[in-house]
């Protein structure tokens, strides 16, 4: 039994299922000092539109003295971005697009929510029928672009910023993603709930080409265009489900969705229409409060530890905990190298009243970052879904094999002690610890576990 005089005071736990801390709103603009230019709009955005909709694919100098009047909805912070940029209408009804030879933009006055007059005078128009189709304005045109970048000394002679800096929740349209299909909302920013990637656990791009990731809802699929020269290139893509931010472009006939960096994507919820883990063993859950599992008694295998004491639970990818023997030893193993994205799970049962604590032995082999956490739960559901548990991330109370003193290219020597944790006095009943192995973020480090005391 626990020891009555321990932790008379309770410790409150966080409570951390899959996803962690997520600050689920988008980011506000904030404005800077400047003076306020003495200009007024003379034409509406959508008169332009009109005009380049009778010239099409031509590109045309505007030769009058007229101004519109436009909010910035791109931002090249991120490096999806390059050398143009987005613009909406102040009144919301139309987006169009700026190239502009010139990197950095978002510092120079012309971050996202910037109100911005634009001079027309000498820009040409034109409605281009390849990449981010939709009305764009720039310099004369080169026998490659319809329209051409404007030059870096000379943008701003256009493009003027104003002291207003309106809030994203005020122009983001927010549809979903049937209606992402439409040329009206090109170039605008357009918020999109109820999706996922089609795919779990891609990455945004590789280092050495742009990628085109499926955005899924149901049936209806879009694009999200990420490029190699992206700041997040190469990061995994969140495997849950929520609400997207971005530009709304088009390449040909194909509607795409292209970030401003990483931050607009808020998938906090869990994955819909997926397959449910598939668990082994847990057919005959023993809560006790003290023994030890040295692993000695099972056969190693390469299929999955299957014992009926303890739940072997795969939850991304196709892998699970495996017995394995080296130098007479066994221990439980688990490993995502060579299987791409990967989570499993190996759960505890334990008798939370009787049971003081918890240790074990942790080695690790050919590290690349540390894919080991431990939790415990007592409303997790055995063979239940997992992401319904409350799961206490008790990690940081151990001393883990952590690829010290070098791992990269070998095992560790010896295993490594984790220390005991006290469970606290307020924690009791049946519950579960569990190990999780996290190979959703790219790490493919080999994990063994041994001698798992409950005390």
Not at 147 to 169: F, H, M, N, Q
Not at 244 to 264: A, E, F, P, W
Request: glycine share 8%; aromatic share 12%; proline share 4%.
């Amino acid at each position: 039994m626990k020891n009555k005089i321990k932790n008379i005071f309770a410790i409150l736990f966080t409570s951390a299922v899959f996803f962690g801390c997520v600050n689920d709103s988008f980011e506000t603009p904030t404005n800077a000092e400047c003076v306020a230019p003495n200009l007024v709009k003379t034409k509406e955005v959508t008169d332009i539109y009109n005009l380049a909709n009778i010239t099409g694919n031509t590109s045309v100098k505007y030769t009058a003295d007229d101004i519109i009047e436009a909010i910035v909805t791109s931002s090249d912070e991120g490096g999806n971005f390059f050398k143009t940029m987005s613009f909406m209408s102040v009144d919301g009804t139309r987006g169009f697009s700026m190239s502009i030879d010139d990197y950095s933009l978002y510092t120079k006055k012309l971050q996202p929510g910037k109100k911005v007059f634009i001079k027309l005078k000498d820009l040409y128009y034109s409605l281009p029928t390849g990449f981010a189709r939709g009305l764009v304005l720039g310099a004369k045109p080169t026998s490659v672009q319809n329209v051409d970048r404007i030059p870096a000394l000379d943008y701003g002679k256009s493009i003027i910023p104003t002291c207003t800096v309106v809030d994203e929740e005020t122009i983001v349209k927010k549809i979903t993603l049937t209606q992402a299909s439409n040329d009206a909302l090109l170039n605008s920013l357009v918020e999109i709930d109820n999706v996922q990637f089609q795919s779990d656990c891609g990455t945004y791009s590789k280092k050495d080409f742009d990628t085109s990731l499926k955005l899924v809802s149901g049936s209806n699929t879009l694009d999200l265009r990420t490029s190699r020269f992206a700041n997040f290139a190469g990061e995994f893509t969140p495997s849950g489900n929520g609400k997207i931010r971005g530009i709304l472009t088009k390449y040909g006939n194909g509607y795409q969705l292209v970030l401003r960096n990483s931050r607009d994507v808020k998938f906090i919820n869990p994955r819909v229409g997926v397959i449910p883990p598939v668990a082994l063993g847990g057919s005959s859950l023993q809560y006790l409060g003290l023994f030890t599992e040295n692993f000695e008694t099972f056969a190693v295998t390469s299929t999955g530890f299957t014992t009926p004491k303890y739940i072997n639970l795969n939850v991304v990818g196709n892998r699970y905990w495996d017995v394995k023997s080296f130098s007479n030893n066994e221990y439980l193993q688990m490993s995502a190298f060579n299987a791409g994205c990967t989570k499993a799970h190996f759960i505890i049962p334990v008798d939370m009243t009787a049971a003081n604590g918890i240790s074990f032995k942790s080695k690790d082999g050919y590290f690349d970052g540390q894919p080991l956490k431990i939790y415990y739960s007592t409303d997790l559901i055995p063979n239940g879904n997992i992401n319904q548990a409350t799961l206490v991330n008790i990690t940081d109370k151990f001393t883990l094999a952590n690829g010290l003193p070098t791992t990269a290219t070998s095992y560790a020597t010896s295993f490594t002690n984790s220390g005991t944790y006290a469970i606290p006095a307020s924690v009791t009943g049946n519950g579960y610890f569990i190990f999780e192995y996290d190979g959703t973020n790219g790490a493919t480090t080999t994990i063994q576990l041994d001698d798992i005391v409950i005390n």
